[in-house]
């Protein structure tokens, strides 16, 4: 039996935008095993694929080289007898593991001059994959051979018993149409529409009997509490309050979200939520929702994208002038081709 260890990605979305991987070495390699060694953040994900037999923690934080620890975690791999390593990061230090582990073939675009880590080495053609996910499945191909096209979207399933549970606890009201709104991003401020824009989004769909309720990290919270604030109780901030395998379980209550490109945006596309995706300073040609339920917001500004944490120009402008009447206008007309299901129960 062929076993193969990825080295995951370090961002929650990109984490989500792997899973066609994972099910196209599966299907390249019949009866073979997917490992995943990916940071603790994205654990909750890589549980709820099929696709992947078993998890192992990345513990290195971004910036950390630890060669000596480097060196032990990569020997506890050893004893799994990888054949094979598909190294999805472009750094050098992604590319030490593998390498001290001792599997034979280690796959990856060439990043950091990774030569000698890297033995089967892959030149990166960005206009012939234009798209993250597909640079992704490529490395599952032979040599020179692009992934075939269209490539099946992520899939995550929630269980709405814990999801239940989880309302609960919170507090949580399901006997109205719920939209979901996630204002954070962990990239940098040049991806995060305006606190103003969410709370006044936020007031237009309380008004029309939504329940509202924020999702995002800890990190999230001051924002979220900001929202709630402005849209004047509007808003549920659930940012921090939940982790993630229970964001995703209540996520799948939603019937609507409404997300920055974030990781959340890219786990409410792979759990089937119509989408509204709010793009700023990153380009929905490289990193779209992946999903056929899925509306893009961008202003397309001259200066944009520019692919940077903090706006260059200093005025956030694809951002600060996406009025929140524009983004309603959106979800209305996503919402007429994917109406909510009213509760069976």
Known sequence: MKKILVIGPSWVGD????QPLYRRLLERNPGAEVHVFAPVWTMPLLARMPEVARAHLNPFGHGQLQLGERWRVARELATEKFDQAIILPGSIKSALIPFMAGIPKRTGFTGEMRYGLVNDMRALDEKALPKMIERFCALAEAPAVAPELP????????????????A?????????????MCPGAEYGPAKRWPARHFAALSRAFADAGWHVW????AKDSEIGHAICEQAGGAATNLCGATGLEE????MGFASLAVC???GLMHIAAALGIPLVALYGSSSPGFTPPLSDKAAIVTL????????????????TNCLEKMQAERVWQAAQQLLERHPPVPDAS
Do not use: Y
């Open 260 to 262: 920055n490109d974030s």
């Open 247 to 250: 964001a995703i379980d209540l």
């Open 300 to 315: 397309s500004l001259d200066c944009s994208p520019c692919f940077e944490r903090v706006c260059p120009l200093k005025h």
């Open 15 to 18: 984490g989500v935008m792997a």
């Open 151 to 166: 490539i099946a979207h992520p899939r995550l399933a929630f269980n709405s018993e814990t999801g239940q549970a989880s």
């Open 168 to 180: 609960m606890r919170l507090g949580l009201d399901l006997s109205r149409p719920v939209v979901v």
């Open 214 to 217: 924020l999702f995002g990290s």
